[in-house]
């Protein structure tokens, strides 16, 4: 986020050496050098200092300082912005926030609307730093305060909805959950932040996902397609998913379901070795039997390799379905 080095006030700092019949016109000219002395050190705050008392001094002056009071005024706004960024570099986020806001205020004053804009830039990205600081400490309110502001900073930011996603999660908010982070995931597309869209995606998949799996627990299998579904609509590549929705499908005797499903998890798993399709082999072959398709069945049952399906699919072959 760095605007300016300190080299681009140095120009407008020339010291002065006219020195006026007016004891106060002196002081002027004395507080405006020191100024530029300071700069050499690269003491931003100290130039700030002395270049504010400088505009008050030569405003109580009047005509005759104000050569020197427009040159301080130019130099004001700009190093407030170096003052912001050097403190943004400290991480110290609050005191960067305020910082920003005094160069703000102070292109305001002295009407520089150009630095005014590079001020407010980085503004929704430090709210975003405190509120993420804030989710990471558990302190939701503040860390939905501050991110409620960034992303009113900038609706784009969708950064600031992932972590307001992040931050309803812990609070079991689920309405709100879901909400930001699908704003996320909608923002990040485009603006081109594919990493945050893609990790909204995740979160809000895993969500679903882990909610069925803990219906299926349950034995709850309608519930549990209802969020396996809700799983492959936030990510239509989560494998596993379709692999679930099959099994719910093969407990709830709906046949054909369950079959796409099964048939969606193994394309989506195309290379994958043989023992990470077992299960999925073993759904697809249960639904064909419930079908009483045993043909395919038996194809679908050949296939399972492993534990702790292969027992399972030998019954089916040599037992109940007496596959040739």
Do not use: H
Request: glycine share 4%; with cysteine; net charge neutral.
């Amino acid at each position: 986020m760095k605007c300016f080095k300190l080299l681009s006030v140095a120009a407008a700092l020339v010291g002065f050496t006219v020195i006026g019949s007016a004891q106060t016109l002196q002081e002027v000219t004395e507080t405006y050098n020191k100024a530029s002395e300071l700069l050499a050190k690269d003491d931003v705050n100290g130039v700030i200092t002395e270049l504010e008392k400088c505009v008050d001094l030569a405003k109580k002056v009047g005509a005759e300082a104000d050569e020197i009071r427009l040159k301080a005024e130019g130099a004001l706004p700009n190093l407030y912005l170096q003052k912001a960024d050097k403190v943004l570099d400290t991480k110290n986020y609050p005191a960067a926030l305020k910082a920003f806001e005094e160069a703000v205020a102070a292109s305001e004053k002295y009407n520089n609307p150009d630095i005014k804009e590079k001020a407010e830039s980085p503004i929704p990205q430090v709210y975003l730093a405190i509120g993420t600081g804030a989710y990471q400490a558990d302190n939701i309110d503040e860390a939905i305060k501050n991110l409620d502001q960034a992303t009113t900073l900038n609706p784009d930011l969708a950064k600031a909805y992932f972590i307001k996603g992040a931050t309803y999660q812990k609070q079991k908010n689920d309405a709100k959950m879901v909400e930001n982070y699908q704003l996320a995931m909608t923002k990040g597309e485009a603006t081109g932040d594919n990493a945050t869209a893609k990790s909204a995606k995740s979160a809000l998949s895993r969500y679903y996902y882990n909610n069925g799996i803990n219906a299926m627990k349950q034995k709850k299998f309608t519930d549990a397609v209802a969020e396996f579904t809700k799983t492959v609509e936030a990510d239509d590549t989560f494998a596993d998913a379709y692999y679930r929705l099959a099994s719910c499908y093969n407990n709830n005797k709906s046949w054909d379901n369950a079959i796409t499903n099964a048939e969606k998890a193994l394309q989506l798993k195309a290379g994958a070795d043989a023992k990470a399709l077992d299960g999925i082999y073993y759904e697809l072959g249960t639904a064909y039997a419930g079908k009483k398709d045993n043909g395919k069945a038996c194809d679908a049952f050949k296939k399972v390799t492993s534990e702790p399906y292969l027992k399972a699919a030998k019954y089916q072959i040599e037992t109940a379905l007496k596959c040739k």
